[in-house]
């Protein structure tokens, strides 16, 4: 609640402070701190592009990332979180599409430091960073693991630093679930509510990325945390395998078309199949054949269009739970609006199952339509979990 507004603009805010602490609210030591607040914001304007065009990331591809037709998805989820972001903070940022536009639609006045091109770069990102982490008390860059490694090169562990996921890849466990709930983390960080963990920052790597999924520790963040509402580390799971491809063998219905999403498990499938899949891409199988290798968003729209009724195959990123908002770009919101709840298969081994409380998804305003309990095929049959979006 705006204090101010409710009482009447006309009250000084020293006599409202008063009055709520007559009656046991203890107002004055928030206000001062919200007053003392400085939140440092680096935005990185083309992370996660790539995605929805079927790149496995944007660093060094932005200009086929717009060859490919996609739009930038960092600035619209940094004015997300922004406007969940309690108000009377200091904001600091650099210019344009590094944060000052997203602030100022956000409805913040914002510091704006130091000068950028038309054009940004992890050069920019890191010299944000060093500018920043000499003024504020924590800063949230917006980005995905790529900018996290910038990040953490320059402020390592000086100060507390949270990130809205906004990337392609996501395996690094400094992330909160989605743009809103980094608000409320940071919220909560105001008013010295949150505990600080060294955190993860992971990437995959980059020489590795068609032969297998390799995870590598690039360093750690300090992170203001609330328990479950700040993503863990991508978790490279076991477990029964060959079960589980058995059991999918047994369901597969050749006359359908199955749309493979990234990872593992589902690379593991469709090999059974007798057909390479690409390991982190989505793929596309009809009457045995692949008919659409590596797809694009606007592939799969395309083959609906064509084929109407398709079937989805996912399966959960290990230790975290998302099923679709991470690594899975290509399978967009506009793509989960013309599938039909029940024909969303998610496969999973039940060791990569241990530990999840629920499965996740971050897909913006496909969220709704995705929530709710769901059937998931491991390796001792189907087994029920609950989707959430929001925390």
Known sequence: MDILKFFGANMKTSKILEFLRFYGINAIEEYERLKTAKIGLIVNPIAGMGGRVGLKGTDNKYELALKLGAKPVAPRRAVEFLKCLIKGVEIYTYPKYMGEYEAIEAGFKPNVLGEIGDRTTAEDTKKA??????????????????????????????????????????????????????AKIVNEFVRGKTSLELREVMDADESLINKKISIKLF???????????????????????????INFLRIYDKNRVYVFGPGGTTYQIVKALGLEKTLLGVDIVYEGRLIVKDAKESDILKVIDEYGDVTIVVTPIGGQGFVFGRGNLQISPEVLKRIKKENILIVSTTDKLNGLDCLRVDVDDANEILEGEVKVLTEVGFVKFKIKADF
Request: charge should be positive; glycine fraction near 12%.
């Open 129 to 182: 960073a060093r500018d920043l982490v000499k003024i504020v008390d924590l800063i949230v860059f917006v980005g995905g693991d790529g900018t996290a490694r910038d990040i953490c090169e320059v402020v390592g562990d000086k100060i507390p630093v949270i990130g809205v996921p906004a990337g392609v890849k996501m395996y690094s466990a400094v992330f909160a679930l989605n743009p809103r709930v980094c």
């Open 219 to 245: 360093g750690y963040l300090k992170v203001p945390v609330i328990s479950n509402l700040v993503q863990r580390v991508k978790r490279m799971s076991s477990g029964n395998l060959d079960g589980l491809v």
